[in-house]
């Protein structure tokens, strides 16, 4: 089967980049990309290339490569649903926010409306492909809502969830690990869909790394692989607490053991917590299907990762608190950073959301710093936590164009995203125009920490012996 039309649902984090990578590699497929979003699709659309909705190093390129060409993005969802024969559903899966599951399971109301749409608009037979990230078993949710709408068109319905990092999204797309494609391999119509999305990624994959199983296991796979992702980061965190009591470095224990062939060096980097759109929404998502089939010890263990999470993201701004002489009543403390990693302009569950709400409640005065971040998107970050009016929102946090401004007067930094450029800094400027005693709390492990004690800054990194500057140390009082 020769698929000609492509229509993906949803233009967002995954649903752009993938798409713009498919038609930039399948030249002799359309590709349109739809949303309900028109400013988000006007984006995308604009002249101006850099201007699309979404940064991410390298997409620009690829778009500029295909759209217009065989990529198209529109508001005009019917109109790409049924021209298409296969249908990538994209949309956002966030936690709900209300009834049974409330704080726990993945809302799938945005999927079910996807499915009522191409059941009522669909002429023709389609592949209909869930690549948001979905509970196990939501394909028969899917098949049962297609099969039921008696106008006679015949759906297959196949699994290929997105493995992309944000920051890395281009890359990881061009060559990923591999692609998983999970179908029903019982009938012929089902693994003729199957093969029509293998040839769809052999345009440019190597068939070694096109991956097909049943649906509940490619399903499962992906909640499987973001709940040991994160469960690596929340196992190197819970060490960072143990090194900062005992001497040991978190730095030589990831490297130390990473080096063990059967632990792997990646995932291992000690940080003030992770964020993302994914890991926790994945997980608790996790937690609660364990919950439904009565399986709690499961259910226990996999909470625990997000638990150690909050506790870090808790942990971090706490020590800012105690190292800062137990108030940063008034104070100002400068932010390095509010994306939840470095190359990308996301911000969902950022950490830095969480120690900003922490030092606020504390009377801090927080200034921030992020090259990608706009400041409409941290204010609405901040007001959606829902601690205090928007107004004391304003007031108590400035957002601040200009990373040596931000620092000015600052009685503390605090590193929050891992960006290159902060490393190339004038620390001696930064040094030179803050209050004294002049504090780094790095909470990604980025900052070379002699340097900066060297120009007479103290140091709180994540994970690593605390560096307070001699004159302190030796006053027993200041010595936290
Ligand atoms: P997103 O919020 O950036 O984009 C989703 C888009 O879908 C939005 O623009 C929204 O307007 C649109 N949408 C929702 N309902 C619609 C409808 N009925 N018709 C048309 N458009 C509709 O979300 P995202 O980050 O791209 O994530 C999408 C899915 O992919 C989620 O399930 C997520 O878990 C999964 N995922 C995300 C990542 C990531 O790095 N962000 C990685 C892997 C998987
Ligand atoms: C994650 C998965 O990696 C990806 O496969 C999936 O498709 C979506 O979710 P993403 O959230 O974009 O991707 O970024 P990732 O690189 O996984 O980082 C997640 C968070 O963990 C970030 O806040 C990052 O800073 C943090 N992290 C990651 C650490 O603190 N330490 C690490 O060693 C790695």
Not at 109 to 131: F, G, M, N, S, Y
Not at 132 to 140: D, E, G, I, K, Y
Not at 413 to 425: H, S
Not at 465 to 473: D, G, R, T
Request: charged residues 25%; glycine residues 6%.
């Amino acid at each position: 089967m020769k698929i000609k039309n492509i229509c993906c649902i949803g233009a967002g984090y995954v649903g752009g980049p993938t798409m713009a990578v498919i038609a930039q590699k399948c030249p002799e497929i359309n590709v349109t990309v739809v949303d309900l979003n028109e400013k988000r699709i006007a984006a995308w659309n604009d002249d101006n290339v850099e201007n699309i909705p979404i940064y991410e190093p390298g997409l620009s390129e690829v778009v500029k490569d295909a759209r217009g060409r065989n990529l198209f993005f529109s508001t005009d969802v019917d109109a790409a649903i049924d021209k298409a024969e296969m249908i990538f559903i994209s949309v956002n899966t966030p936690t709900k926010t209300y009834g049974i599951g409330k704080g726990m399971a993945a809302d799938l109301k945005w999927i079910e409306l996807c499915a009522r749409q191409i059941a009522r608009v669909a002429t023709t037979d389609k592949i209909v492909i869930e690549k948001s990230t979905l509970p196990v078993r939501t394909a028969a949710a899917l098949k049962d809502i297609l099969d039921h709408t008696g106008n006679g068109v015949k759906y297959q319905i196949l699994s290929n969830p997105e493995f992309l990092a944000e920051g890395t999204a281009v890359e990881d797309l061009h060559a990923p690990d591999r692609v998983l494609i999970g179908g029903d391999r019982e009938t012929a119509e089902g693994k003729t869909a199957m093969q029509a999305l293998v040839d769809v990624y052999a345009h440019w994959l190597p068939k070694e790394r096109i991956l097909t199983t049943n649906v509940w296991s490619s399903e499962l796979s992906k909640l499987t692989a973001n709940a040991f992702l994160a469960q690596r980061v929340s196992s190197i965190n819970a060490m960072s607490e143990l090194c900062e009591h005992t001497g040991a470095d978190v730095n030589e224990i990831s490297k130390a053991i990473g080096m063990d062939s059967r632990i792997g060096s990646k995932f291992l980097k000690a940080s003030v917590g992770f964020g993302g759109s994914c890991f926790q929404k994945d997980i608790l998502n996790l937690v609660y299907i364990a919950k439904s089939f009565g399986l709690n010890e499961v259910a226990d263990y996999w909470e625990q990762v997000i638990i150690m999470n909050d506790y870090q993201k808790r942990r971090f701004a706490a020590n800012i608190v105690k190292t800062l002489f137990n108030t940063v009543s008034g104070k100002k403390i400068a932010f390095l950073g509010w994306a939840f990693k470095k190359d990308t302009n996301d911000t969902r569950e950022s950490a830095a959301i969480y120690v900003a709400d922490y030092l606020l409640n504390e009377q801090a005065e927080v200034e921030v710093y992020d090259p990608k971040v706009t400041e409409e998107q941290i204010y609405a970050d901040l007001d959606y936590l829902g601690s205090r009016s928007e107004e004391e929102n304003r007031r108590l946090l400035k957002v601040i164009k200009d990373p040596y401004e931000v620092c000015k007067e600052a009685h503390g930094i605090a590193v929050l995203t891992e960006w290159d450029e902060f490393k190339t800094y004038d620390w001696q400027r930064i040094y030179d125009c803050m209050l004294k005693p002049a504090f780094v709390f790095d909470g990604r492990n980025l900052l070379d920490l002699q340097k900066l004690a060297k120009i007479g800054f103290s140091t709180a990194a994540v994970g690593r012996p605390i560096v307070l500057q001699e004159k302190m140390a030796e006053e027993p009082s200041l010595a936290i």
